[in-house]
C-alpha cells in the first residue's frame, strides 16, 4: 500500500517527465522522460496540460474512473526550463502541491544504462546527471524517486560526443524506443501502486 501525500494535500505524486523543450529535442534520448510521461498522461486519460511552475502541468487520476480503490491523484510535470535546471520548476510546483519528496518521480534519460534496461530506486546518487543535480539542489535532498530510463552511451566520455549522442536521435528502431517508452511507464505505475 503507497504512503499518501500530505493530509489535505491537492495530489499524492508529482510525476516529472524530464527533457527539454522545443521541436528539435523531441525524439532524442534527452528527452525520454518527456515521451513517458506523455505516454502515462494519456494512459490515465489526463486533461490537455497547462502552463504552471514553469512547465506543463495536467492533474488527475493515475487509473480508470470508478477503480476501486481509487486510483492516486497525481500530477504530471513537463519542465519547460531546459533539463540544467528543472528544479525551477519542481521546486516549486513540489512547495505548491504539498508533495513530500519521496512522493516526487523523477523520468529521466540514464546512459550508464545499457538501452532498454529500466531501474526505479528512491535517492541515491546523480551519476553527473545535470537535471538531477538542480531537482536536488530545489527540493534540498536527494531522497525523491527515479525512473532510470537506459538510452546507452557512446564509445567515448569526451563531453562533446556524449551531448552529441543524447541530443541527437535515436539509433534504435521506433518500434523499440516504443517498446522502452512502455517499459518505463509500467515500472512509474508500478511505483504508485
Excluded: C
Excluded at 546512459?111 to 534540498?140: C, M, Q, W, Y
Amino acid at each position: 500500500m503507497p504512503l499518501l501525500g500530505h493530509r489535505g494535500a491537492p495530489v499524492d505524486w508529482l510525476v516529472v517527465g524530464l527533457g527539454n523543450p522545443g521541436a528539435q529535442y523531441a525524439g532524442t534520448p534527452h528527452n525520454i522522460g518527456f515521451e513517458v510521461a506523455n505516454r502515462l498522461a494519456a494512459r490515465w486519460g489526463l486533461p490537455k496540460p497547462r502552463a504552471r511552475y514553469r512547465g506543463l502541468l495536467s492533474e488527475g487520476r493515475a487509473g480508470a474512473p470508478g477503480e476501486t480503490p481509487a486510483p492516486a491523484r497525481v500530477a504530471v510535470l513537463l519542465p519547460q526550463t531546459y533539463m540544467n535546471d528543472s528544479g525551477r520548476s519542481v521546486g516549486p510546483a513540489r512547495g505548491e502541491l504539498r508533495v513530500e519528496p519521496e512522493h516526487v518521480i523523477v523520468i529521466h534519460d540514464e546512459i550508464d544504462l545499457p538501452f532498454g534496461e529500466v531501474r526505479t530506486r528512491l535517492g541515491g546518487g546523480l551519476a553527473g546527471h545535470n537535471g538531477l543535480k538542480s531537482i536536488r539542489a530545489a527540493l534540498g535532498t536527494a531522497d525523491f524517486q527515479r525512473v532510470r530510463v537506459g538510452v546507452g552511451r557512446p564509445q567515448s566520455t569526451d563531453p562533446e560526443l556524449v551531448a552529441a549522442y543524447v541530443l541527437g536521435r535515436f539509433r534504435e528502431a521506433p518500434e523499440q524506443v516504443q517498446a522502452l517508452i512502455d517499459t518505463a511507464a509500467e515500472a512509474t505505475q508500478q511505483l504508485l501502486s
